[in-house]
């Protein structure tokens, strides 16, 4: 064997192994979020408007498992095409990518209303202004992600767009200090900035609450443990986030600033697939973390899969704290108080 044909194998080696990893995640990330959303279907306590937001990651995790991880499947395999339509492929990706981030932004805020004025939290929070929240930030999303398709790309602009292929490249078509300045610092940094700030309040509000147990009732302290414990899970879904995405950005600034520096191509690949991961991992975060995400989860495991009759349906969801002390003792007594099992997560 030749070695030009041992390096032709090598390469069809590495390409089958990367289609393949790509597809096992593509499938992952689509039925992994497509039972997200079946989860908040079916069970009534889980749809409030932090889940309302929930949602709308998962089905930004269903468009990269059916249309960002296919692109980036077929572009690697040298697709030709018109410039605009490459453009308009890669700035799909931004779309998706900035809808993920405004909604993780968004859980941030809505777990931030709900400690701060629990009392207030249900009337100021509906679940309608959820839906529209979760409508401006793919409205955002949309704005931003199309903005290299008003002029701020790598063409000249003299060129005749209109005739002649280009091999489809990402890096070829976007524009690098879009990528640098406008997207990662303005629209992945500052958001994840946000959000860090966010939840560090959200932990400092529920510690000192917690702490002030000669105070603090057993319905204000079961409520605030139980945000404690979603705003932990939910807090690892941004840091899972920031880690599958600031290497890929962080590779893109190399390039810009530093033009004589080279980034090798296998770390770009890790880099795009680390991407494309999280898009699979939030589902397991929900699955192992959020208790009657679990149970209803198991509960359609059962029915649909086992074909066993599916168990006692999840909680109602919950006010929150109420304003009157209740005595720890009445928790002990056959008849509970209903409104103090009713706190959700």
Not at 215 to 227: I, L, M
Not at 309 to 323: H, V, W
């Amino acid at each position: 064997m030749s070695p030009l044909s041992g390096k032709l194998l090598s390469r069809e080696n590495v390409d089958m192994l990367y289609i393949s990893m790509e597809t096992a995640i593509a499938l992952a990330s689509v039925l992994g979020n497509v039972l997200v959303i079946l989860v908040v279907a079916l069970n009534r306590a889980l749809r409030d408007t932090t889940f309302c937001f929930i949602v709308s990651l998962a089905l930004a995790d269903i468009a990269v498992g059916a249309l960002v991880i296919p692109l980036a499947v077929v572009i690697s395999l040298g697709l030709r095409t018109q410039f605009f339509t490459c453009l308009f492929l890669s700035c799909l990706l931004l779309i998706i990518t900035q809808s993920s981030i405004l909604s993780l932004m968004a859980i941030a805020i809505d777990r931030y209303l709900r400690v701060k004025i629990p009392i207030r939290y249900s009337v100021i929070v509906t679940e309608r202004r959820a839906w529209v929240a979760v409508c401006v930030c793919w409205l955002l999303s949309a704005l931003t992600g199309m903005v290299p398709m008003l002029g701020w790309h790598n063409q000249d602009p003299s060129a005749n767009f209109s005739t002649g292929d280009i091999v489809c490249r990402f890096t070829t078509v976007m524009s690098m200090e879009y990528m640098v300045y406008f997207n990662f610092f303005g629209w992945v940094v500052a958001p994840l900035s946000i959000m860090i700030g966010l939840y560090a309040q959200i932990f400092y509000i529920i510690r000192r609450q917690l702490n002030r147990r000669a105070e603090a009732t057993c319905d204000t302290s079961k409520y605030y443990h139980k945000e404690l414990k979603l705003a932990k899970s939910l807090a690892l879904v941004v840091l899972l986030f920031a880690l599958c995405w600031l290497p890929l950005h962080i590779m893109n600034c190399i390039n810009y600033f530093c033009p004589d520096c080279t980034v090798p191509k296998s770390a770009i690949y890790v880099g795009i697939f680390m991407s494309h991961v999280n898009s699979a991992v939030n589902p397991l975060v929900y699955a192992f973390r959020i208790d009657r995400f679990r149970t209803t989860l198991v509960q359609i495991w059962r029915r649909c899969v086992l074909c066993h009759p599916a168990g006692p349906s999840p909680c109602q969801p919950c006010s929150p704290p109420l304003t009157k002390k209740t005595p720890c003792l009445r928790q002990t007594l056959p008849h509970r108080n209903t409104k103090a099992e009713g706190i959700r997560l």
